[in-house]
């Protein structure tokens, strides 16, 4: 399957099986889908990260490609223990080994798989622009003038809902314009407090981290949360913990937290008052 979008042949896609980056084996747990107005199957994989297993408790406590997404620690992945017979699914790193072994491989799953149905030569293609996430479905809807947005949800308890929107329109019956909607769009956060999704920043999404690791997940709990969560009655008015603080947007912002607090909601129209 081929790479596409902004992580085709990014370092962090690269294994000793595949320096290149741009091609991988096969596709892994695949849930609700998709399907495009021109006619391609989005496949999604889902929870991926119980294929795989980092040994190195160290290494695998520092590096947050692995911790955030739940990769196995131990003895061997979580449930199926494929890398006592395939060693790409055991992703402990190897200084001695070129790209440290299989470290990366767990980075090339977690993607929309788009897939011509119609095209026995079609090479299925993973849409790095549209995220990776344990992702549930890849809804697409469109309006009548072309735009469309995609729809999916983190299968994971304490994740989030997300839309990519396409640059671009879709043109019917334009199969060549169509085919490569999906490697350049904008993401989006769900908000259901404030009734409007909130688009990941672009400096966060324009390198591989965000894509594939801890800051991807964490700058879609930055977008989806109240920074006081945990501690806010007006959020949490039955005096649920949540999750835990989020860092405010604004990291100099000196005022105290309830006046902090206050404008934090007046500036996003939460649906609680301030």
């Given at each position: 399957?081929?790479?596409?979008?902004?992580?085709?042949?990014?370092?962090?896609?690269?294994?000793?099986?595949?320096?290149?980056?741009?091609?991988?084996?096969?596709?892994?747990?695949?849930?609700?889908?998709?399907?495009?107005?021109?006619?391609?199957?989005?496949?999604?994989?889902?929870?991926?990260?119980?294929?795989?297993?980092?040994?190195?408790?160290?290494?695998?406590?520092?590096?947050?490609?692995?911790?955030?997404?739940?990769?196995?620690?131990?003895?061997?992945?979580?449930?199926?223990?494929?890398?006592?017979?395939?060693?790409?699914?055991?992703?402990?790193?190897?200084?001695?080994?070129?790209?440290?072994?299989?470290?990366?491989?767990?980075?090339?799953?977690?993607?929309?798989?788009?897939?011509?149905?119609?095209?026995?030569?079609?090479?299925?293609?993973?849409?790095?622009?549209?995220?990776?996430?344990?992702?549930?479905?890849?809804?697409?809807?469109?309006?009548?003038?072309?735009?469309?947005?995609?729809?999916?949800?983190?299968?994971?308890?304490?994740?989030?809902?997300?839309?990519?929107?396409?640059?671009?329109?879709?043109?019917?019956?334009?199969?060549?314009?169509?085919?490569?909607?999906?490697?350049?769009?904008?993401?989006?956060?769900?908000?259901?407090?404030?009734?409007?999704?909130?688009?990941?920043?672009?400096?966060a999404l324009g390198t591989a981290g965000p894509y594939v690791g801890e800051r991807f997940r964490g700058s879609a709990r930055r977008a989806a949360q109240c920074p006081w969560r945990g501690r806010c009655r007006r959020c949490h008015p039955d005096g649920s913990p949540g999750v835990g603080r989020v860092a405010p947007d604004n990291a100099r912002d000196v005022r105290q937290p309830d006046q902090q607090h206050r404008a934090?909601?007046?500036?996003?129209?939460?649906?609680?008052?301030?």
């Amino acid at each position: 399957m081929a790479v596409s979008g902004p992580l085709a042949a990014h370092p962090a896609m690269r294994t000793e099986s595949d320096p290149s980056g741009l091609e991988i084996l096969g596709t892994i747990n695949n849930c609700s889908m998709g399907a495009t107005p021109w006619q391609t199957y989005l496949a999604c994989e889902e929870n991926f990260h119980n294929y795989f297993v980092n040994r190195d408790e160290a290494d695998y406590h520092a590096r947050p490609t692995h911790k955030r997404y739940g990769i196995g620690l131990g003895g061997s992945s979580r449930y199926y223990a494929w890398e006592a017979v395939e060693p790409r699914f055991d992703a402990t790193p190897d200084a001695s080994r070129p790209y440290q072994g299989h470290v990366n491989e767990p980075n090339r799953f977690g993607w929309v798989v788009e897939v011509d149905p119609f095209n026995p030569t079609h090479r299925p293609r993973k849409r790095t622009a549209m995220g990776r996430l344990g992702r549930e479905c890849a809804t697409c809807v469109i309006d009548d003038n072309g735009h469309m947005a995609v729809y999916s949800g983190d299968d994971a308890r304490g994740e989030y809902v997300y839309k990519f929107v396409p640059e671009q329109a879709y043109r019917s019956g334009d199969r060549d314009h169509n085919r490569d909607l999906l490697d350049a769009g904008t993401l989006y956060a769900a908000r259901f407090d404030a009734g409007r999704p909130r688009p990941l920043a672009a400096a966060a999404l324009g390198t591989a981290g965000p894509y594939v690791g801890e800051r991807f997940r964490g700058s879609a709990r930055r977008a989806a949360q109240c920074p006081w969560r945990g501690r806010c009655r007006r959020c949490h008015p039955d005096g649920s913990p949540g999750v835990g603080r989020v860092a405010p947007d604004n990291a100099r912002d000196v005022r105290q937290p309830d006046q902090q607090h206050r404008a934090w909601h007046s500036t996003r129209r939460c649906s609680q008052p301030a």
